[in-house]
DNA sequence: TGAATACGTTAACAAAAGATAATAAATGCT
DNA sequence: AGCATTTATTATCTTTTGTTAACGTATTCA
Protein backbone atom coordinates (compact mmCIF):
# COMPACT_ATOMS: atom_id res chain seq x y z
CA UNK A 1 0.00 0.00 0.00
CA UNK A 2 1.85 3.28 -0.90
CA UNK A 3 2.04 5.88 1.52
CA UNK A 4 0.97 8.71 -0.29
CA UNK A 5 -2.36 7.17 -0.65
CA UNK A 6 -1.92 6.27 3.09
CA UNK A 7 -1.27 10.28 3.91
CA UNK A 8 -4.36 11.24 1.49
CA UNK A 9 -7.15 9.56 3.40
CA UNK A 10 -5.66 10.36 6.53
CA UNK A 11 -5.56 14.03 5.55
CA UNK A 12 -9.09 13.49 4.46
CA UNK A 13 -10.29 12.26 7.87
CA UNK A 14 -8.19 14.69 9.65
CA UNK A 15 -10.27 17.53 8.18
CA UNK A 16 -12.47 16.24 10.89
CA UNK A 17 -10.35 15.13 13.83
CA UNK A 18 -6.93 15.12 14.91
CA UNK A 19 -5.77 10.95 14.89
CA UNK A 20 -2.30 9.90 16.92
CA UNK A 21 -0.80 7.58 15.69
CA UNK A 22 -2.00 4.59 17.33
CA UNK A 23 -6.19 5.43 16.36
CA UNK A 24 -4.83 5.84 12.74
CA UNK A 25 -3.03 2.42 12.94
CA UNK A 26 -6.40 0.98 14.34
CA UNK A 27 -8.27 1.71 10.17
CA UNK A 28 -5.06 0.48 8.27
CA UNK A 29 -5.10 -3.11 8.33
CA UNK A 30 -8.98 -3.29 7.66
CA UNK A 31 -7.76 -1.03 4.14
CA UNK A 32 -8.03 -2.58 1.06
CA UNK A 33 -7.22 -1.35 -2.72
CA UNK A 34 -10.07 -1.42 -4.91
CA UNK A 35 -10.14 -0.82 -8.69
CA UNK A 36 -12.89 -0.18 -11.15
CA UNK A 37 -12.75 0.63 -14.87
CA UNK A 38 -15.01 3.33 -16.38
CA UNK A 39 -18.71 2.59 -16.17
CA UNK A 40 -18.16 -0.41 -13.81
CA UNK A 41 -20.65 -0.65 -10.87
CA UNK A 42 -19.02 -0.28 -7.56
CA UNK A 43 -21.82 -0.74 -4.97
CA UNK A 44 -25.25 -2.04 -6.93
CA UNK A 45 -28.88 -1.32 -6.32
CA UNK A 46 -30.48 -4.43 -3.97
CA UNK A 47 -27.39 -5.82 -2.29
CA UNK A 48 -25.97 -5.29 0.95
CA UNK A 49 -22.89 -3.74 0.50
CA UNK A 50 -21.15 -3.23 3.32
CA UNK A 51 -17.81 -1.14 2.48
CA UNK A 52 -16.88 2.55 2.51
CA UNK A 53 -14.44 3.89 -0.11
CA UNK A 54 -12.32 6.57 -0.19
CA UNK A 55 -11.58 8.10 -4.15
CA UNK A 56 -7.62 8.31 -4.53
CA UNK A 57 -8.11 8.59 -8.52
CA UNK A 58 -10.92 9.27 -10.32
CA UNK A 59 -14.72 10.43 -10.55
CA UNK A 60 -17.61 8.33 -9.74
CA UNK A 61 -21.53 8.83 -9.33
CA UNK A 62 -24.82 7.61 -7.95
CA UNK A 63 -27.64 7.05 -8.94
CA UNK A 64 -31.59 5.91 -8.24
CA UNK A 65 -33.15 3.79 -10.87
CA UNK A 66 -37.13 4.63 -11.43
CA UNK A 67 -39.22 3.27 -14.37
CA UNK A 68 -36.20 1.81 -16.06
CA UNK A 69 -34.47 5.24 -15.77
CA UNK A 70 -31.60 6.53 -14.24
CA UNK A 71 -31.48 9.32 -12.04
CA UNK A 72 -28.10 10.68 -10.89
CA UNK A 73 -27.71 12.65 -7.66
CA UNK A 74 -24.71 13.05 -6.42
CA UNK A 75 -20.89 12.93 -7.85
CA UNK A 76 -17.64 11.99 -5.75
CA UNK A 77 -14.47 13.27 -6.88
CA UNK A 78 -10.92 12.68 -5.55
CA UNK A 79 -10.15 13.21 -1.81
CA UNK A 80 -13.98 12.24 -1.23
CA UNK A 81 -15.32 9.63 1.46
CA UNK A 82 -17.85 7.66 -0.62
CA UNK A 83 -20.06 4.64 0.03
CA UNK A 84 -23.83 3.49 0.33
CA UNK A 85 -23.72 5.45 3.46
CA UNK A 86 -27.63 4.80 4.97
CA UNK A 87 -28.10 1.34 3.64
CA UNK A 88 -24.85 0.42 5.19
CA UNK A 89 -26.19 2.02 8.65
CA UNK A 90 -29.43 0.37 8.56
CA UNK A 91 -27.81 -2.87 6.79
CA UNK A 92 -30.68 -2.70 4.36
CA UNK A 93 -29.92 -3.24 0.56
CA UNK A 94 -28.52 -0.64 -1.12
CA UNK A 95 -30.99 2.00 -3.13
CA UNK A 96 -28.70 3.32 -5.37
CA UNK A 97 -25.74 2.24 -7.86
CA UNK A 98 -22.58 3.74 -7.35
CA UNK A 99 -20.61 4.02 -10.80
CA UNK A 100 -16.99 4.91 -12.30
CA UNK A 101 -17.38 7.48 -14.31
CA UNK A 102 -13.45 6.84 -15.48
CA UNK A 103 -11.00 4.58 -14.27
CA UNK A 104 -11.07 4.43 -10.29
CA UNK A 105 -8.79 3.84 -7.67
CA UNK A 106 -10.11 3.40 -4.07
CA UNK A 107 -9.40 2.57 -0.65
CA UNK A 108 -11.79 0.94 1.13
CA UNK A 109 -13.01 -0.47 4.48
CA UNK A 110 -15.98 -2.30 5.50
CA UNK A 111 -18.21 -0.45 7.47
CA UNK A 112 -18.53 -2.76 10.37
CA UNK A 113 -14.93 -2.30 10.69
CA UNK A 114 -15.70 1.09 11.33
CA UNK A 115 -18.44 -0.10 13.52
CA UNK A 116 -15.94 -1.36 15.94
CA UNK A 117 -13.41 1.57 15.69
CA UNK A 118 -16.43 3.55 17.05
CA UNK A 119 -16.65 0.45 19.85
CA UNK A 120 -13.31 0.88 20.91
CA UNK A 121 -12.16 4.47 20.67
CA UNK A 122 -14.27 7.50 21.54
CA UNK A 123 -11.77 9.75 18.69
CA UNK A 124 -13.51 7.34 16.05
CA UNK A 125 -16.91 8.00 17.46
CA UNK A 126 -16.56 11.42 17.30
CA UNK A 127 -15.11 11.24 13.89
CA UNK A 128 -18.64 9.60 13.15
CA UNK A 129 -20.66 11.61 14.61
CA UNK A 130 -18.76 14.78 12.73
CA UNK A 131 -18.63 13.05 9.39
CA UNK A 132 -22.31 12.32 9.34
CA UNK A 133 -23.09 16.11 10.53
CA UNK A 134 -21.04 17.45 7.65
CA UNK A 135 -23.18 14.95 5.42
CA UNK A 136 -26.11 16.12 6.85
CA UNK A 137 -25.50 19.95 6.38
CA UNK A 138 -24.55 19.52 2.97
CA UNK A 139 -28.29 17.83 2.48
CA UNK A 140 -29.99 20.11 4.07
CA UNK A 141 -28.40 23.21 2.36
CA UNK A 142 -29.04 21.13 -1.08
CA UNK A 143 -32.82 20.03 -0.14
CA UNK A 144 -33.14 24.17 0.64
CA UNK A 145 -31.98 25.19 -2.39
CA UNK A 146 -34.28 22.16 -4.20
CA UNK A 147 -37.11 23.90 -2.26
CA UNK A 148 -36.70 27.35 -2.55
CA UNK A 149 -35.13 28.20 -5.83
CA UNK A 150 -36.05 27.50 -9.63
CA UNK A 151 -34.31 25.18 -11.97
CA UNK A 152 -32.42 27.78 -13.87
CA UNK A 153 -31.92 29.69 -10.18
CA UNK A 154 -30.20 26.19 -9.57
CA UNK A 155 -28.17 26.08 -12.49
CA UNK A 156 -26.62 29.65 -11.83
CA UNK A 157 -25.90 28.63 -8.51
CA UNK A 158 -24.30 25.65 -9.66
CA UNK A 159 -22.26 28.05 -12.42
CA UNK A 160 -20.90 30.14 -9.66
CA UNK A 161 -20.87 27.93 -6.90
CA UNK A 162 -17.95 25.98 -5.83
CA UNK A 163 -18.78 23.02 -7.35
CA UNK A 164 -17.06 23.96 -10.77
CA UNK A 165 -15.45 20.52 -10.73
CA UNK A 166 -18.94 19.02 -11.62
CA UNK A 167 -19.57 21.25 -14.55
CA UNK A 168 -16.26 20.70 -15.86
CA UNK A 169 -16.16 17.10 -15.53
CA UNK A 170 -19.39 15.49 -15.38
CA UNK A 171 -21.56 15.39 -19.07
CA UNK A 172 -24.26 17.52 -18.95
CA UNK A 173 -27.15 14.97 -18.69
CA UNK A 174 -26.30 13.90 -15.55
CA UNK A 175 -26.20 17.95 -14.22
CA UNK A 176 -29.41 18.18 -15.61
CA UNK A 177 -30.37 15.41 -13.18
CA UNK A 178 -28.63 16.25 -10.63
CA UNK A 179 -30.37 19.62 -10.66
CA UNK A 180 -33.58 17.86 -10.56
CA UNK A 181 -34.93 18.80 -14.32
CA UNK A 182 -34.28 16.72 -18.07
CA UNK A 183 -31.62 17.13 -19.96
CA UNK A 184 -33.79 19.16 -22.72
CA UNK A 185 -34.44 21.18 -20.48
CA UNK A 186 -30.96 22.06 -19.32
CA UNK A 187 -30.15 22.19 -22.88
CA UNK A 188 -32.99 25.10 -22.65
CA UNK A 189 -31.93 26.99 -18.96
CA UNK A 190 -28.60 27.57 -20.75
CA UNK A 191 -29.06 28.85 -24.20
CA UNK A 192 -31.86 31.45 -22.58
CA UNK A 193 -28.68 32.30 -20.09
CA UNK A 194 -26.55 32.76 -23.37
CA UNK A 195 -29.32 34.85 -25.10
CA UNK A 196 -28.93 37.24 -22.68
CA UNK B 1 -39.86 20.31 36.02
CA UNK B 2 -42.68 17.61 35.95
CA UNK B 3 -41.79 13.66 35.55
CA UNK B 4 -44.01 13.31 32.99
CA UNK B 5 -42.44 15.81 30.88
CA UNK B 6 -38.69 14.34 31.33
CA UNK B 7 -39.61 11.25 31.22
CA UNK B 8 -40.75 12.11 27.43
CA UNK B 9 -37.73 13.80 26.86
CA UNK B 10 -35.49 10.61 27.80
CA UNK B 11 -37.84 8.28 25.62
CA UNK B 12 -37.16 10.00 22.63
CA UNK B 13 -33.18 10.37 23.48
CA UNK B 14 -33.83 6.43 24.58
CA UNK B 15 -34.79 5.97 21.02
CA UNK B 16 -31.17 6.18 20.00
CA UNK B 17 -28.92 4.91 23.10
CA UNK B 18 -30.00 3.64 26.47
CA UNK B 19 -28.43 6.08 29.14
CA UNK B 20 -27.87 5.24 33.15
CA UNK B 21 -29.49 7.46 35.27
CA UNK B 22 -26.30 9.27 36.04
CA UNK B 23 -25.66 9.91 32.24
CA UNK B 24 -29.44 10.77 32.03
CA UNK B 25 -28.76 13.23 34.90
CA UNK B 26 -25.59 14.70 33.01
CA UNK B 27 -28.28 16.71 30.65
CA UNK B 28 -30.80 17.88 33.20
CA UNK B 29 -29.36 20.58 35.14
CA UNK B 30 -29.19 22.42 31.72
CA UNK B 31 -32.73 21.65 31.08
CA UNK B 32 -35.07 24.77 30.83
CA UNK B 33 -39.02 25.49 29.72
CA UNK B 34 -39.83 27.41 26.91
CA UNK B 35 -43.50 28.20 26.44
CA UNK B 36 -44.65 29.80 23.03
CA UNK B 37 -47.56 31.64 21.65
CA UNK B 38 -49.40 30.51 18.38
CA UNK B 39 -47.04 32.56 15.90
CA UNK B 40 -44.71 33.10 18.17
CA UNK B 41 -40.64 33.15 16.84
CA UNK B 42 -38.30 30.64 18.42
CA UNK B 43 -35.55 30.94 16.85
CA UNK B 44 -35.15 34.09 14.19
CA UNK B 45 -33.26 34.02 10.76
CA UNK B 46 -29.84 36.03 11.53
CA UNK B 47 -29.39 35.48 14.70
CA UNK B 48 -27.37 32.79 16.66
CA UNK B 49 -29.72 30.96 18.29
CA UNK B 50 -27.88 27.96 20.70
CA UNK B 51 -30.41 26.10 22.34
CA UNK B 52 -32.00 22.74 21.24
CA UNK B 53 -35.70 21.73 21.85
CA UNK B 54 -37.91 19.26 22.77
CA UNK B 55 -41.70 19.36 21.62
CA UNK B 56 -43.74 18.46 24.29
CA UNK B 57 -47.07 20.09 23.57
CA UNK B 58 -47.42 21.80 19.78
CA UNK B 59 -46.72 22.10 16.06
CA UNK B 60 -44.12 24.04 14.78
CA UNK B 61 -42.85 24.71 11.49
CA UNK B 62 -39.40 25.62 9.34
CA UNK B 63 -39.25 28.32 6.99
CA UNK B 64 -36.73 30.19 5.06
CA UNK B 65 -37.06 33.30 3.59
CA UNK B 66 -36.36 34.08 -0.03
CA UNK B 67 -37.13 37.99 -1.72
CA UNK B 68 -39.53 38.52 1.38
CA UNK B 69 -41.10 34.77 0.71
CA UNK B 70 -41.70 32.31 3.72
CA UNK B 71 -40.67 28.88 2.09
CA UNK B 72 -41.88 26.49 5.10
CA UNK B 73 -39.62 23.45 4.56
CA UNK B 74 -40.12 20.96 7.66
CA UNK B 75 -42.41 20.61 10.33
CA UNK B 76 -42.11 19.54 13.88
CA UNK B 77 -44.34 17.67 16.34
CA UNK B 78 -44.80 16.56 19.94
CA UNK B 79 -41.80 14.17 20.93
CA UNK B 80 -39.52 15.77 18.13
CA UNK B 81 -36.16 17.52 18.59
CA UNK B 82 -36.56 20.99 17.28
CA UNK B 83 -33.16 23.65 16.76
CA UNK B 84 -31.71 25.11 13.98
CA UNK B 85 -28.92 22.40 14.45
CA UNK B 86 -26.46 23.39 11.29
CA UNK B 87 -26.33 27.50 12.54
CA UNK B 88 -25.56 25.59 15.74
CA UNK B 89 -23.27 23.48 14.95
CA UNK B 90 -21.42 25.80 12.67
CA UNK B 91 -21.98 28.25 15.41
CA UNK B 92 -22.90 30.85 12.49
CA UNK B 93 -26.17 32.82 12.34
CA UNK B 94 -29.63 31.17 11.78
CA UNK B 95 -30.75 30.98 7.96
CA UNK B 96 -34.26 29.83 8.90
CA UNK B 97 -36.67 30.96 11.22
CA UNK B 98 -38.71 28.30 13.79
CA UNK B 99 -42.59 29.22 14.06
CA UNK B 100 -45.07 28.08 16.74
CA UNK B 101 -48.20 27.19 14.75
CA UNK B 102 -49.99 26.37 17.95
CA UNK B 103 -49.21 27.47 21.16
CA UNK B 104 -45.97 25.13 22.02
CA UNK B 105 -44.06 24.12 25.43
CA UNK B 106 -40.57 22.67 24.39
CA UNK B 107 -38.10 21.23 27.08
CA UNK B 108 -34.67 23.40 25.89
CA UNK B 109 -30.75 22.81 26.77
CA UNK B 110 -28.25 25.00 25.23
CA UNK B 111 -26.15 23.38 21.73
CA UNK B 112 -23.20 24.40 24.09
CA UNK B 113 -23.63 22.12 26.93
CA UNK B 114 -24.68 18.97 24.45
CA UNK B 115 -21.40 19.69 23.46
CA UNK B 116 -19.29 19.52 26.76
CA UNK B 117 -21.31 16.20 27.17
CA UNK B 118 -19.76 14.50 24.00
CA UNK B 119 -16.65 15.77 25.59
CA UNK B 120 -17.79 14.23 28.42
CA UNK B 121 -19.38 10.72 27.86
CA UNK B 122 -18.55 8.55 24.77
CA UNK B 123 -22.30 7.76 25.45
CA UNK B 124 -23.87 10.79 24.53
CA UNK B 125 -20.67 11.37 21.92
CA UNK B 126 -22.46 8.34 20.12
CA UNK B 127 -25.79 10.08 20.86
CA UNK B 128 -25.15 13.03 18.47
CA UNK B 129 -23.49 10.26 15.98
CA UNK B 130 -26.64 8.38 16.02
CA UNK B 131 -29.00 11.46 15.83
CA UNK B 132 -26.61 13.45 12.99
CA UNK B 133 -26.97 9.93 10.84
CA UNK B 134 -31.21 9.67 11.39
CA UNK B 135 -30.99 13.41 10.15
CA UNK B 136 -29.00 12.86 7.37
CA UNK B 137 -30.74 9.80 6.05
CA UNK B 138 -33.94 11.67 6.17
CA UNK B 139 -32.85 14.68 4.84
CA UNK B 140 -31.36 11.37 1.54
CA UNK B 141 -34.78 10.39 1.53
CA UNK B 142 -36.73 13.42 1.10
CA UNK B 143 -34.30 14.79 -1.39
CA UNK B 144 -33.99 11.74 -3.69
CA UNK B 145 -37.99 12.10 -3.41
CA UNK B 146 -37.46 15.94 -4.94
CA UNK B 147 -35.00 15.04 -7.39
CA UNK B 148 -36.85 11.55 -8.82
CA UNK B 149 -40.20 12.49 -8.93
CA UNK B 150 -43.02 14.93 -9.57
CA UNK B 151 -45.09 17.17 -7.87
CA UNK B 152 -47.74 15.24 -7.64
CA UNK B 153 -45.97 12.04 -6.83
CA UNK B 154 -44.61 13.48 -4.09
CA UNK B 155 -48.25 14.45 -2.74
CA UNK B 156 -49.55 10.74 -3.88
CA UNK B 157 -46.25 9.47 -1.17
CA UNK B 158 -47.21 12.27 1.55
CA UNK B 159 -51.05 10.30 1.22
CA UNK B 160 -49.92 7.13 1.94
CA UNK B 161 -46.92 7.21 3.78
CA UNK B 162 -46.53 7.56 7.39
CA UNK B 163 -46.37 11.05 7.80
CA UNK B 164 -50.33 11.57 8.19
CA UNK B 165 -50.07 14.17 10.92
CA UNK B 166 -48.49 16.51 8.25
CA UNK B 167 -51.47 16.61 6.50
CA UNK B 168 -53.74 16.40 9.43
CA UNK B 169 -52.37 19.62 11.11
CA UNK B 170 -51.00 21.51 8.82
CA UNK B 171 -52.21 24.50 6.39
CA UNK B 172 -52.41 23.15 3.07
CA UNK B 173 -50.29 26.15 1.60
CA UNK B 174 -47.38 25.10 4.37
CA UNK B 175 -47.60 21.64 2.56
CA UNK B 176 -47.24 22.93 -0.85
CA UNK B 177 -43.79 24.66 0.03
CA UNK B 178 -42.98 21.45 1.80
CA UNK B 179 -43.59 19.53 -1.81
CA UNK B 180 -41.50 22.37 -3.50
CA UNK B 181 -44.83 24.39 -5.42
CA UNK B 182 -47.10 26.82 -4.77
CA UNK B 183 -50.48 26.60 -2.58
CA UNK B 184 -52.40 27.22 -6.06
CA UNK B 185 -50.61 24.25 -7.56
CA UNK B 186 -51.03 21.82 -5.02
CA UNK B 187 -54.92 22.80 -5.08
CA UNK B 188 -54.80 21.75 -8.74
CA UNK B 189 -53.05 18.50 -8.22
CA UNK B 190 -55.77 17.86 -5.85
CA UNK B 191 -58.70 18.15 -8.02
CA UNK B 192 -57.04 16.50 -10.33
CA UNK B 193 -56.56 13.66 -8.26
CA UNK B 194 -60.24 13.44 -6.87
CA UNK B 195 -61.96 13.76 -11.01
CA UNK B 196 -60.54 10.50 -11.38
C1' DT C 1 -9.50 3.83 -38.67
C1' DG C 2 -14.34 2.91 -38.94
C1' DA C 3 -18.66 1.85 -36.85
C1' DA C 4 -21.34 2.15 -32.96
C1' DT C 5 -22.50 4.71 -29.10
C1' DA C 6 -22.92 8.74 -26.34
C1' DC C 7 -23.87 13.50 -26.07
C1' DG C 8 -25.90 18.15 -26.76
C1' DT C 9 -29.04 21.01 -29.24
C1' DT C 10 -33.21 22.15 -31.45
C1' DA C 11 -38.11 21.71 -32.80
C1' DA C 12 -43.03 20.82 -31.99
C1' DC C 13 -46.52 19.75 -29.05
C1' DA C 14 -48.69 18.53 -24.60
C1' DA C 15 -48.81 18.92 -19.75
C1' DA C 16 -47.78 21.18 -15.72
C1' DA C 17 -46.49 25.00 -12.91
C1' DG C 18 -46.03 30.05 -11.77
C1' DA C 19 -48.36 34.58 -11.23
C1' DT C 20 -52.21 37.24 -10.31
C1' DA C 21 -56.73 38.12 -9.03
C1' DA C 22 -61.40 37.12 -7.50
C1' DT C 23 -64.29 34.57 -4.52
C1' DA C 24 -65.95 31.82 -0.85
C1' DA C 25 -65.39 29.36 3.31
C1' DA C 26 -63.19 28.65 7.68
C1' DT C 27 -60.86 30.26 11.51
C1' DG C 28 -59.15 33.33 15.04
C1' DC C 29 -59.72 36.99 18.06
C1' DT C 30 -61.73 40.74 20.82
C1' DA D 1 -71.39 37.33 17.97
C1' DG D 2 -69.20 39.85 14.64
C1' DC D 3 -65.25 41.40 12.11
C1' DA D 4 -60.76 40.69 10.34
C1' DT D 5 -57.61 37.38 8.86
C1' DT D 6 -56.35 33.17 7.05
C1' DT D 7 -57.07 29.58 4.00
C1' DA D 8 -58.51 26.97 -0.17
C1' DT D 9 -60.38 26.98 -4.65
C1' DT D 10 -61.05 28.53 -9.22
C1' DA D 11 -60.15 31.16 -13.51
C1' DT D 12 -57.05 33.31 -16.83
C1' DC D 13 -52.85 33.97 -18.82
C1' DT D 14 -47.81 33.30 -19.20
C1' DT D 15 -43.81 30.68 -18.59
C1' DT D 16 -41.53 26.59 -17.97
C1' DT D 17 -40.95 21.84 -18.21
C1' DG D 18 -41.74 17.12 -20.03
C1' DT D 19 -41.87 14.17 -24.11
C1' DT D 20 -40.53 12.58 -28.37
C1' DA D 21 -37.92 12.79 -32.29
C1' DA D 22 -34.49 14.38 -35.46
C1' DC D 23 -29.92 15.91 -36.28
C1' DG D 24 -25.00 16.75 -35.99
C1' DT D 25 -20.91 16.19 -33.43
C1' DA D 26 -17.83 13.93 -30.34
C1' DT D 27 -16.20 9.96 -28.20
C1' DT D 28 -15.25 5.25 -27.54
C1' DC D 29 -13.67 0.97 -28.58
C1' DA D 30 -12.79 -3.04 -31.28
Redesign the interface.
Known amino acids: METKDLHALRAAIQRFILLTDEEWEMLVPDLQYCYLSRGEHWITEGQKERYMGFVLEGDMRHF?T?DGEE?T?YFYFENHLVGS??SA??NTPS?LTIEALTDVRLLTFSYAHLKSL?DQC?KW??F??MV??Y???G??????G????SPEERYIELLQGNKHKILERIPQHYIA??L?ITPVSLSRIRKRLSDK
Open positions: YRKTYFINRYPERGRAELAALEERMALLTMNYG
